[in-house]
């Protein structure tokens, strides 16, 4: 260390106190990384790996990257897993004595990266896990604005919010790592890539983050936020501020409230849901917004619709207005389009990114875009047509900023003319040297008699007068020598060089005048950043409802009528993404769910008849209709739903490293414990994930418990003797798939009917895809003897239908255990006729043997 070079020297200096970060540390025009960083950095970012002279010890280990490109590097490195530490020069290389001083501006981590190639919301969180309660605090770092916050006793409910969101980093007390560990070990946390940052305990600590929380949200206590009494919520809210405040090194101006995150506000979608229902792929049908704050509210408006009947019948509302009035809605996205990211420009602007004169530029634009958005709507009384517009900061802006500036270079070309005179000076100076110099040019065009005299410019020389090689013998006497060239030599004048001064002074002035205004108005945005934050919602939120009124109209959806009933009432539903990706015609279904005759449908057909499409589409529509948004269907009537459960047969479970039926069984578990009166649930073959006989018996035991409860269900299944629990329980319905047979073939209708099928067409749909011939006869074959002996598990299932006990009435023995009890006594039995040896044993004797057998059936025959 001693004999390292200074800069070396102040390098170490500056990574000792970011030993987990890779160091961009500023050198000129680069951002240079050395030792280790320098290693890992050149291999993820394919950069060469060079070295540098560190004095008398030799040399170390650098690789670089252009300053103005640091973005797409930085964006590698956070995603491979990398934290940043950028570093800059803090003083006027010009003005420093020795080494110029540096010091990091700025860490960059995975849950505070500001991605600048996707619209997509990024969340951090913290955890507080204590014996007695969860504390959790989130916030959408991109967007800014509100830190969700509560505390829960239940772990499970922390994992199922977290894997809701769309979470990058989640810190957490260094001593509570194993807690935190599981907590994140569900299966829907497992597979998402989350930093975890254990961090100091003391940012956790109740007084401490109490203080803070006041401190920034300029409070008094904590008793507006809702959070006063709540331990929890205070110590993973204070901790998380704490920690967004050390990462960003500067006032976090763009987090502007707190709320208690309780959620009964919106319809739960279980986190299995959300797979099971493919509800990205809802997302990408109803979208077509314009800008990138209304895709994200677009996403977080169906992820999480809403559970009151009067919210909904609002955006109803707002959406009927843009249907009926095509213009207004061609006109609103006129306005939007090419809005750009006014949350993230906030966002980045608070957070003291360098590119701040384009993000001016969009709050800039957005102001001047809603007073022509408030113009259009005037009249309009949907509160969702109501924008605030910010008179004080949208006319300080236009005195201040010059809407038309260079799309490169537009140093010193961005604050307005009328604004700064010193600067409407210097530019005049700046105008004016073109006129000069063109002048000047003439002038010694005439003087030397050289028509190709050039005034030129370079970084190196400065201005320069150029002369081609033929014409060297007119130059004049008090030309100067500076340059020469292959075809020409350039020179300069004493007079030339007397402008240049002038002109550089006069340019580095205006760019400081620049920069410090520019400091000013993004002073002057920061102050309003809440009403900012405000304005770019609601214009989300009008984009939102443009898209949803668009893709209703394009699609021939119906507006539903919801209320707080039980009923769900669908004509003719349909599935909004099949639909859409089928090349022949949707056959839409009807759809009849209440909380008592039609409570529990139990849907069977053969395979590819369409019964995993039709449980997912009326639950798909009940999320549409929440939404506050059209539904595809000619009619639809909707009792509202407040939990969406799923249990569908799931794709990716080995990723998340759990057996298919273990999977199965957990997310059954997790319906069975938070069910609720208003939920929806939708079963799509639960039980195949086993051995027949326990998927049966689980399948039946599931169904009658959920025929107990009243709990609108749809139940698709294979097992068609569950048919018969609409004998039992006046609430189950049972529909099926109908096809159509026409000699061997079958021709699916895709139309629900009412009654049960016990027929299937496996074999036939092994066929049409593709298994060779061979195989399809043998499987025919096998059918045929397992058909024959399929008469035992009628029997058994027979009786059960008769006898079946119920869960909740006097339980004497489970169907499952009746079931199996049959089956060992039909294996001792057969053991027994086996072991008679007919050929040595007296007839007498064998007739005894039967009758002993006969006997022992009798006696299992009574149960
Ligand atoms: N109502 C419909 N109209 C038109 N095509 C449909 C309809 N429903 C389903 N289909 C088509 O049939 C295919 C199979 O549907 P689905 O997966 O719902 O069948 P399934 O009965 O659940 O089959 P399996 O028993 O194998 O799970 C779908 O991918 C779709 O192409
Ligand atoms: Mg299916």
């Known amino acids: 260390m001693e004999n390292l070079t200074p800069m070396l020297k102040q390098y170490n200096e500056i990574k000792k106190a970011y030993p987990e970060y890779i160091l961009f540390f500023r050198l000129g025009d680069f951002y240079e990384m050395f030792y280790e960083d320098a290693r890992t950095a050149s291999k993820i970012l394919e950069v060469v790996l060079t070295s540098r002279s560190a004095g008398s010890s030799g040399k170390v280990p650098m690789c670089g990257i252009p300053y103005h490109a640091a973005d797409s590097y930085i964006s590698k490195l956070i995603k491979a897993g990398y934290k940043v530490a950028i570093c800059e020069q803090v003083e006027d290389p010009s003005k ?13 981590t995975s849950g505070t990266f500001i991605d600048e190639h996707s619209p997509d919301s990024r969340y951090i969180a913290a955890i507080y896990p204590d014996k007695k309660a969860t504390g959790i605090a989130f916030v959408d770092y991109i967007e800014g604005g509100t830190i969700y916050t509560n505390s829960f006793e239940d772990t499970g409910r922390v994992s199922e919010i977290l894997s809701g969101i769309p979470l990058y980093e989640c810190i957490f007390p260094e001593d509570k790592k194993e807690m935190v560990e599981g907590i994140f070990n569900t299966p829907f946390l497992r597979g998402k890539k989350i930093t975890m940052t254990p961090y100091d305990d003391w940012i956790f600590n109740k007084e401490i983050a109490e203080k803070n929380l006041c401190e920034h949200f300029r409070t008094g206590n904590l008793a507006g936020f809702g959070i006063d009494e709540n331990e929890g919520a205070i110590k993973s809210c204070g901790g998380l501020l704490e920690y967004l405040r050390q990462v960003n090194r500067r006032p976090l101006t763009h987090i502007t409230k707190v709320s208690l995150y309780t959620d009964t506000e919106h319809l739960y979608i279980s986190p299995s849901a959300i797979y099971g229902l493919e509800i990205e792929r ?5 979208d077509t917004t314009v800008t990138p704050m209304g895709k994200r509210k677009l996403k977080q408006w169906i992820y999480h619709p809403l559970l009151d009947v009067y919210k909904i019948k609002e955006r109803q509302d707002a959406v009927k207005i843009l249907i009926e009035k095509p213009s207004l809605r061609k006109d609103i996205i006129d306005i939007l389009k090419g809005m750009g990211d006014t949350e993230k420009a906030l966002s980045r602007i608070s957070c003291g990114y360098s590119e701040s004169v384009k993000d001016i530029l969009l709050i800039n634009n957005l102001l001047e875009k809603v007073l022509r958005l408030r113009e259009i709507l005037k009249g309009l009384k949907n509160p969702y047509f109501i924008i605030d517009d910010i008179p004080e900061l949208r006319e300080f802006l236009s005195i201040t900023v010059e809407r038309e500036i260079p799309s490169t270079n537009y140093e010193g070309y961005f604050v307005k003319r009328g604004y700064n005179k010193e600067l409407d000076e210097l530019r005049d100076i700046r105008e004016n040297v073109k006129e000069w110099l063109r002048e000047l040019q003439k002038k010694e065009i005439k003087r030397t008699g050289i028509n190709s005299l050039k005034i030129g410019y370079n970084t190196v020389f400065g201005y320069y007068i150029e002369i081609t090689k033929p014409n060297l013998s007119l130059v004049p006497d008090n030309y100067i020598r500076k340059q020469t060239l292959v075809n020409a030599e350039r020179f300069i004048t004493p007079q030339l060089k007397e402008f240049e001064e002038k002109i550089l002074t006069a340019e580095e002035r205006i760019l400081a005048i620049e920069r410090e205004t520019i400091e000013t108005v993004k002073g002057e945005i920061l102050k309003y950043a809440s009403q900012l934050h405000k304005i770019s919602s609601s214009v989300a939120e009008i984009d939102t409802l443009c898209s949803l009124a668009e893709t209703s109209e394009k699609n021939g959806y119906v507006m539903p009528e919801i209320d707080d009933g039980f009923e769900i009432i669908i004509k003719d539903g349909r599935h909004p993404v099949v639909e859409k990706s089928i090349e022949e015609k949707f056959i839409p279904n009807d759809t009849l769910l209440d909380n008592k005759e039609n409570h529990f449908l139990i849907i069977t057909g053969p395979n590819m008849a ?19 948004c059209p539904v595809p269907a000619k009619a639809a009537k909707i009792g509202l739903v407040d939990k969406i459960f799923t249990r569908i047969g799931a794709h990716d479970e080995i990723s998340r490293g759990q057996s298919t039926f273990m999977v199965e069984m957990n997310e059954t578990a997790s ?8 939920a929806l649930v939708v079963l799509d073959e639960i039980g195949r994930g086993t051995s027949t006989y326990d998927g049966f018996s689980l399948a039946w035991a599931v169904a009658e418990y959920l025929t107990e409860t009243g709990v609108r269900t749809l ?34 209708l895709h139309k629900i009917m009412p009654g049960g099928t016990d027929e299937s067409y496996g074999i036939y749909v092994a066929k049409l895809a593709g298994l060779p011939e061979a195989i399809i006869k043998r499987a025919d074959e096998i059918l045929s003897k397992l058909e024959l002996q399929g008469t035992l598990r009628e029997q058994i299932i027979g009786e059960m239908k008769i006898d079946a006990p119920s869960l909740f009435g006097e339980i004497k023995e489970n169907p499952y255990e009746n079931i199996k009890k049959e089956i060992e006594t039909l294996k001792k039995l057969k053991e027994e006729i086996l072991d008679i040896d007919i050929e040595k044993t007296p007839p007498i004797e064998v007739s005894m043997k039967l009758k002993k057998i006969q006997e022992e059936i009798k006696e299992n025959g009574k149960g």
Not at 610 to 625: E, F, N, W
């Open 671 to 678: 319906i069975i414990n938070n069910l609720s009166m208003r």
């Open 282 to 286: 809802l997302v990408s049908i109803l």
């Open 715 to 748: 139940f698709a299944t294979h097992f068609h003797e569950l048919t018969g629990l609409s004998e039992k329980n006046k609430g189950v319905k049972n529909y099926n798939v109908a096809v159509k047979k026409s000699g061997k073939d079958v021709v699916f």
């Open 96 to 108: 420093a004595k020795g080494i110029v001083k540096r010091d990091v501006v700025r860490l960059i």
């Open 610 to 628: 369409g019964k995993s499409t039709y449980i997912r589409q009326v639950a798909l529509i009940v999320i549409i209709a929440q939404v506050g």
